[in-house]
DNA sequence: CCCCTCTCCTGATCGC
DNA sequence: TGCGATCAGGAGAGGG
């Protein structure tokens, strides 16, 4: 599943091949890729046909290309779940969903097996100083963005009552984080995801982040995960930092850090991973809703 | 506003 | 061999 280092190792492969190139030619082949698109794919063709690339971007888990028509723009593209962009040959026809020709002969596809993502042509607009493309604008920073504010999030998160992974998940909070390194972050800083943001010291919670941060370098300077192998760079090869993890997919193994036994949840409809010993669960578990008293007190408004 | 659940989608795999 | 159930999960709509 292409999380932050993913995305970002995609988008570099894309930056070194289609900066200055002109697009010629664009077909959509599955409506669903362009959904987000508000014209439609005719729009779409008609605003990315003739434009330049002038450069690339990205936060948390969403690329850009930047565009110039004319206007200022940018080709926003998100993997969802199977996405890739690949550049040149095409191995599975069946999934290609976009394709482009660029003019020095180069083609771009955009394949997608389960069809969550997706290319959208959208405007520039200014957030916190930086400029980044409208539907990219509700992101927070995502970990590895020099703009980052560490410690800012962590102010944010000791307001949250609610299970920090779910937060680590909510990309307005902090982008780039998906099911992968949520556990692994939490597995590093010695947290079970079920714990309260706002149970948590701020010195918990700023080594959650900083975790987040190392955990999406160190696979980053491995190329990706490839727990899946719908996860490719632009030239269809796989990463080899699965052969790195600590807790996701390793249920029923020992801890390496313990050795007691990696447990597997479930949580939010997904796998959630955690070392029972490192990563205690809390004790009062926050979803069993049934009898619970809180104080249930007024909060000041 | 805040929090949480559901739904979209396809293909691999599992149990009977 | 077939077939339904389950699983994978990012993101946004909508409910409470």
Known sequence: MPELPEVEVVRRGLAGHVVGRTITTVRVHHPRAVRRHPGGAADLI??????RITGTGRRGKYLWLLLDDGESGALVVHLGM?????LGGVPRAEHVRISALLDDGTALSFVDQRTFGGWQVAELVEVGGVEVPQPVAHLGA???????????????????????????LDQTVVSGIGNIYADEALWRARVNGARLADGLSRPKLAAVLDAAAAVMTDALSQGGTSFDSLY???NGESGYFD?????YGREGQGCRRCGAIIRREKFMNRSSYYCPSCQPRPRRAPRARSGTRHTGGGVPG
């Open 46 to 51: 008609g605003r990315l046909r003739g434009a």
């Open 82 to 86: 199977s996405g890739q962009m690949l």
């Open 142 to 168: 995502d970990p590895l963005d020099p703009a980052f504010d560490r410690d800012a999030v962590v102010k944010v998160l000791r307001g949250k009552h609610s299970e920090i992974k779910r937060q680590l």
């Open 232 to 234: 490719v760079n632009v």
């Open 243 to 247: 052969r790195w993890l600590n807790a």
